[in-house]
């Protein structure tokens, strides 16, 4: 399956990712996903997605306006949007 994934805030201005298209098994999910971004793109991008210590998600990522989790499915074509989550204190 092809996804294609727009990157937003810091992340897009760090990494210089904009829009990519990334491809994974068919029945991937938001985590097959981030395994196949950390094996393309490594820690340059990674660490603004997961916690790596921690195994955490730490990035928001949304399909047609609803944020999604680690074991929702994707399908063939789909608009991600990957970007930070914002905390403040």
Do not use: C, W
Not at 10 to 17: A, H, N, S
Not at 65 to 86: A, C, F, W, Y
């Amino acid at each position: 399956m092809q996804i294609n994934i727009k990157f937003y805030s810091f992340i897009k201005f760090e990494t210089g990712l904009d829009e990519i298209t990334v491809e994974i098994n068919d029945g991937g999910t938001i985590e097959d996903l981030i395994v196949q971004l950390e094996r393309e793109y490594g820690d340059d991008l990674i660490r603004f997605i997961k916690l790596k210590d921690l195994n955490k998600v730490v990035a928001l990522f949304v399909r047609d306006n609803t944020i999604i989790r680690g074991t929702e499915q994707l399908h063939d074509r789909d608009n991600i949007k990957i970007m930070p989550s914002v905390g403040g204190g």
